[in-house]
């Protein structure tokens, strides 16, 4: 009995991962000319100015930019190789998973317009913390 719901679960399991791959990799592939037709001289232009900016600007641009973890993580990486700092990259990771500027008036629609604007300010705020306590944190135990 226990053999059936494993061979089941296993089953279902494979099916799922198999209706899910062509999605992530579409958008694998969509971060990747993403990231080619991002210029590194922009990244390069944008932040750099100071901490406070860097996080600002990181957070700006990973509110508006909203999406998948995973791709954000790749950008993340290609942002650090082109010298932006971990601050600004740290940002927009959190700002990226957690705040959604795009998402905003069906956020509203379907939760109130009060909280979806509380949760997105909240949310910024606190990608902000993150990522300062995050560098300082590894600036503090290195």
Request: proline residues 3%; aromatic residues 8%; charged residues 10%.
């Amino acid at each position: 009995m226990n053999n059936e719901r494993l061979a089941s679960s296993i089953k279902k399991s494979l099916k799922a991962i198999g209706s899910a791959m062509p999605i992530v990799v579409g958008m694998l592939l969509l971060t990747s000319l993403a990231i080619q037709l991002f210029p590194a001289d922009a990244a390069s232009a944008w932040f750099g100015q100071s901490e406070l900016a860097d996080v600002l600007i990181g957070a700006g641009i990973g509110s508006i930019a909203a999406g998948n973890p995973l791709a954000s993580y790749l950008l993340g990486g290609e942002l650090l190789s082109h010298g932006v700092s971990l601050l600004a990259v740290t940002a927009l990771i959190v700002s990226w998973v957690t705040v959604g500027i795009v998402q905003l008036p069906a956020e509203m629609l379907l939760l109130g317009k009060r909280f979806a604007i509380y949760r997105n300010l909240t949310a910024f705020m606190l990608a902000i913390a993150v990522a300062f306590l995050t560098v300082y944190t590894l600036r503090f135990l290195d």
